[in-house]
Each structure stands twice: as C-alpha cells, then as structure tokens.
C-alpha cells in the first residue's frame, strides 16, 4: 500500500530552523501532487505548500519567504526558516495521484496522507 511518513519535527525557539522529510512509498501512479498541511489544537488543517509533478509550486501566505517545498524520487521536502510560534503545529504530507490540483492547498484535494510530525516553536 501507499505510505507517507513524515520525520524531523522537533522544538525550536522563534526564529529558529526546521527540515521536514517525509518518505513515499507505494504510489502506483507514474505523476503526482505532494504537498504540506499542518494543524494547530482547535484549527483547521490548513495548506502550506505543494508542488505539481511539474514542480509549480504553491505557498500559504503565512510561508512565504520563510519555507521551501522541494522533492526528489521518493521524498517531499519542507525547509523552514525564521520560524513563529504561530507555526506550531503537526505537519503532514499529503500527495494525489493527479499532475496538478484545481486547489492544490486543500486537504480535501489529497488522497493520501501521513500520520505527522510535530513541530513546536517557543518565543
């Protein structure tokens, strides 16, 4: 089967950095849509970033300047800079087996999901 499991989470102070991998396996579609969600207690899942099969990329306003989606034949990437303690969260993976998302930072978009990792900044 699919799977999607994230690692390098961790506690930072503000203004700190952060690398998120997480690892594929299983996708039996030749194109896909990979990108990262998080989800603070109490809030929605939200987007941050994706990155098509054609590595257009989409960020969340609140990662711009700041994060970096990347990826190669078996893993997505997140590189995080200057990071808030409003970016605390879990951060997930997600990928679809399409080339590109009408809504690409929609969870509801994504097939496939990681169990997360959590990232937790302090001021």
């Known amino acids: 089967g699919v799977q999607l499991v994230e690692s390098g989470g961790g506690s930072v102070q503000a203004g700190g950095s952060l690398s998120l991998s997480c690892a594929i396996s299983?996708?039996?579609?030749?194109?896909?849509?990979l990108a990262w969600f998080r989800q603070a207690p109490g809030k929605e899942r939200e987007g941050v970033a994706s990155?098509?099969?054609?590595?257009t990329t989409l960020y969340a306003d609140s990662a711009k300047g700041r994060f970096t989606i990347s990826k190669d034949l078996a893993n997505v990437y997140l590189e995080m800079h200057n990071l808030k303690p409003e970016d605390t969260a879990l951060y997930y993976c997600a990928a679809d087996p399409s080339s590109a998302l009408w809504r690409p930072l929609l969870a509801s978009s994504y097939m496939y999901w990681g169990r997360g990792t959590q990232v937790t900044v302090s001021s």
């Open positions: 990155m098509s099969s054609t590595k």
């Open positions: 299983g996708l039996p579609y030749a194109t896909y849509t």
